[in-house]
């Protein structure tokens, strides 16, 4: 956690210093911003997070042992992929929920595979975006190219899990 800290300290001076020799750039006007931005998630972050663990003391413990857990191998994979594909909204709805399933006994492997068919997949997002601005070829295509990722994701952890 701490290099990730410090990388973004980095990152962020050297954007200062590359910002400070553009004239057109107000120092004022990007904090400005950049206090806009943060303030909604001073109060989403927390929010959630708390759902979260809500919700992980309300999802019965056994059921994502039994369907998504370490044990559940390939099945629990496929299952992960596809339910990934529907989980709902964004990353204040869906990291939350996936904590929870974690902490309710979720797999890593069927973690990543969720994981991965949310970022991929996200059927709301085709619905909602991709169908009516890409069309329906474009929609296809990426599909038929996205669709194995998740189980290839979750297989691959499970491999790698093998070996740590």
């Known amino acids: ?34 206090v806009d931005n943060t303030l909604p998630l001073l109060f989403r972050i927390p929010a959630a997070i708390l759902a979260g663990s809500f919700l992980a003391e309300l999802i019965p413990r056994e059921y994502i042992i039994a369907l998504l857990g370490e044990a559940s191998g390939l099945a629990g994979i496929l299952l992960a992929s596809v339910l990934g594909g529907f989980l709902p909204g964004g990353p204040m709805i869906a990291f939350p929920l996936l904590l929870a399933m974690f902490k309710a006994g979720m797999g890593t492997p069927q973690l990543i595979a969720l994981l991965t068919g949310w970022l991929l997949l996200a059927f709301h997002r085709i619905v909602a975006y991709e169908l009516p601005m890409l069309g329906t070829e474009f929609v296809r295509h990426r599909l038929l190219v996205c669709l194995p990722l998740p189980v290839i994701a979750g297989v691959a952890a499970q491999s790698v899990g093998k070996w740590l």
């Open 1 to 34: 956690m701490l290099s990730a800290y410090i990388t973004l300290i980095i990152v962020l001076v050297g954007l200062a210093l590359v910002a400070q020799r553009k004239p057109e750039v107000s120092h004022k006007e990007v904090m400005s911003q950049a």
